[in-house]
């Protein structure tokens, strides 16, 4: 059974840092895309940060340079690092999986928290 479990969301002030976790079981992070979404109320949900199966990093425009994604093949986790924290991260966070043939996400999280205060 596919499960994709996020942590370590809170909240910050301007500048500071989180990482968020996915504890992810029922495939290998290691052969699947993964990535982090989020959406803020009101806005459309974003793609934030991806991680292709050989490695490969994609960032939207609004983290680049300050958040990074990467995940553990051995405690088959996905993670995000978020630093230099601005009030617009403030959103709920999505872990996301997909195998490699398919276009669309079928595996998704229950979401974590992240709030950034001025």
């Known amino acids: 059974q596919v499960q994709l479990v996020e942590s370590g969301g809170g909240s910050v002030q301007t500048g500071g840092s989180l990482r968020l976790s996915c504890a992810v079981s029922?495939?290998?992070?290691?052969?699947?895309?993964m990535a982090w979404f989020r959406q803020a109320p009101g806005k459309e949900r974003e793609r934030v940060a991806f991680?292709?199966?050989?490695?490969?990093?994609i960032y939207a425009d609004s983290v680049k340079g300050r958040f990074t994604i990467s995940r553990d093949n051995a405690q088959n986790t996905l993670e995000l690092q978020m630093d230099s924290l601005k009030p617009d991260d403030t959103a709920m966070y999505y872990c996301?999986?997909?195998?490699?043939?398919?276009?669309?996400?079928?595996?998704w999280g229950q979401g974590t928290q992240v709030t950034v205060s001025s």
């Open positions: 996301a999986a997909k195998p490699p043939w398919k276009n669309e996400y079928p595996y």
């Open positions: 029922g495939f290998s992070v290691s052969t699947y895309y």
């Open positions: 991680i292709g199966s050989a490695g490969m990093t």
